[in-house]
């Protein structure tokens, strides 16, 4: 009897602690962090243009073409959020205009080094990206934020979101995205690769990729690519041949597993926990 009793009340701290009883729900709770939480309300986008020590900066003509893109992935996110009810304003506050900031440590997800963010932001006058959001907020308040580094490299884009475990650590609080100027050939202006920005700005919504890495395993693809193939968190080389037609950032959607995660809906379905359950465990 006591044994059960203290398995049982083992389960209760766990389930308490999480506040929730599946793969799904536990991951939900772990991205509600940051600075961008839900998909809605009035957006301050904060985009800086970042070249390397030993690269070539961004021209006048690139730049433009860069902040061209981002009205595409604004009414991209509005148009998804609005089949939830949801409605969103994104306003872009963008540095790094008229001369890059310059970093020297090595941006590459490889590297596996978040410390060039620091640098920039010390460049632009501030020790700690939450002195950046308070001033922001402060000047013109707003309900989510983040930041977009476009990166004059080439590598593969990715995001850096906050989750529950660092939610009080000011120095991950304000989320942000790396998006380098070319990745296998390809310009991130390409009509092919716009997708790219909304999708580095869901993750720091919540959303999980659904393609083989370290949130889905080779099955949990194959799912993802027979239930919700028109997600924007698959990408775009996991299931179009490489001599076919790409899409363009249109014909992509917020899967209704991600939106559930973003918390655009709230019909919990069993099938999600397939998708999200290497995620939660990795959280074990
Ligand atoms: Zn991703």
Redesign the pocket.
């Known amino acids: 009897m006591k044994k059960a009793y203290i398995l049982l009340a083992s389960l209760l701290v766990s389930s308490i602690s999480f506040g929730q009883k599946n793969f799904t729900d536990q991951t939900r709770y772990i991205q509600t962090a940051g600075s961008a939480t839900k998909l809605e309300g009035k957006i301050l986008q904060v985009n800086i243009f970042v070249k390397l020590k030993d690269g070539p900066s961004f021209s006048k003509t690139q730049k433009t073409e860069i902040l061209k893109i981002l009205p595409h992935s604004e009414n991209w996110l509005k148009r998804e959020a609005g089949k939830y009810g949801k409605s969103l304003t994104i306003s872009n506050k963008t540095y790094g205009t008229d001369k890059d900031f310059t970093i020297s440590s090595d941006p590459d997800p490889d590297a596996n080094n978040e410390k060039w963010t620091e640098e920039v932001l010390k460049q632009m006058g501030y020790d700690n990206p939450m002195d950046l959001y308070d001033e922001l907020k402060a000047k013109d308040p707003f309900d989510q934020m983040y930041i977009v580094f476009f990166i004059n490299a080439e590598a593969q884009s ?2 850096m979101p906050c989750d529950k475990d660092y939610e009080d650590d000011d120095a991950a609080f304000v989320e942000s995205a790396a998006v380098f100027n070319n990745f296998e050939g390809k310009i991130i202006t390409d009509k092919t690769e716009e997708y790219v920005v909304p ?2 700005i869901l ?1 720091l919504f919540g959303t999980l ?1 659904l393609y083989k890495g370290p949130h889905q395993s080779e099955e949990s693809q194959e799912f993802a690519i027979k239930t919700v193939q028109k997600s924007i ?1 698959l ?1 775009s080389e996991i299931f179009l041949d490489e001599d076919e037609e790409q899409w363009e950032l249109p014909q992509y959607e917020i899967d209704e597993f991600n939106a559930y995660i973003m918390g655009l809906h709230n019909n919990y379905k069993k099938w999600y926990d397939v998708l999200a359950k290497k995620f939660a465990k990795s959280y074990k």
């Open positions: 990715y995001s999708h580095e993750h990729d968190m990408g």
